[in-house]
């Protein structure tokens, strides 16, 4: 099996702060935490994402970064009021992706969406992410084509907006191949349609610790996708789409 690079997960740290999102708090989940389940999996690098629960905080991610090494990634929220200054700190400190959550909130929202993504893609050569339903892709499609370089969370979530995903993949949008119980299809042949529109989109990603999610990752979810992807479609999904976009 290839190495893999995780994609998405989070960390979230007893020592610094966190905001309710809906009356939510998350289990504290360390780095230490994150290292003794993914170590085991074969996972040597990722993607640190920022949570609506942690706002625009950037110490934990800086923390945690440092913690990781050089083979991790942070993908952060952030007002639209940031600084280029600001930008190239984050940037120093390994943030490379800008993450829009219009599922939850946390974030900025879709007014600021163009603006901020080319701002970041200018200063920094950052792509953004975005944590939305399919079902609400198609309106804002014509949009989204427009951006630099941009990501969406967790297979879109809906089988209904899945013709629009699609779509974006072809386009070039990656799609992470996170999350695999918050969607309401049946992930496999899912995974199959996103790889045949564009071999280069899917990013696999544990979603660790699963904050929320009907069912959390599990061990098996890596060899459902070597199953569904093939040897060459797996190592991709697995390791080089995901090592391009972030490095």
Known sequence: ?????????????????LIPNNGYLPDFFSVDDYLSRAEPLGIVGGAVVSGSFQGFDQTYLIAALKRLG????????????????????LHQHGVRALRFNLK???SEQLDQLETLARRVYEQVGWHSELYIDSRELEAIETRLRRLPALSID???????????????????VRVKACGFGRVDFAVPHVLQQIHS????????????????APRPFADNDIPLLIDALGEDGARRALWQNA?????
Do not use: K, W
């Open 70 to 89: 050089p083979g991790f990634v942070g993908v952060t929220q952030l007002p639209a009021s940031v600084t280029d200054a600001e930008l190239q700190t």
């Open 197 to 212: 529109a564009n071999p280069n989109v899917l990013m696999f990603g544990t979603d660790l610790p699963s904050t929320r």
């Open 243 to 247: 090592r391009a976009f972030y490095f």
């Open 1 to 17: 099996m290839p190495p893999i690079f995780d994609a998405h997960c989070h960390i979230i740290d007893s020592a610094y702060p």
């Open 104 to 106: 939850r909130g946390g």
């Open 154 to 172: 967790h297979l879109g979530l809906s089988h209904e907006g899945l013709p629009c995903l699609l779509r974006l993949a072809e386009h070039g």
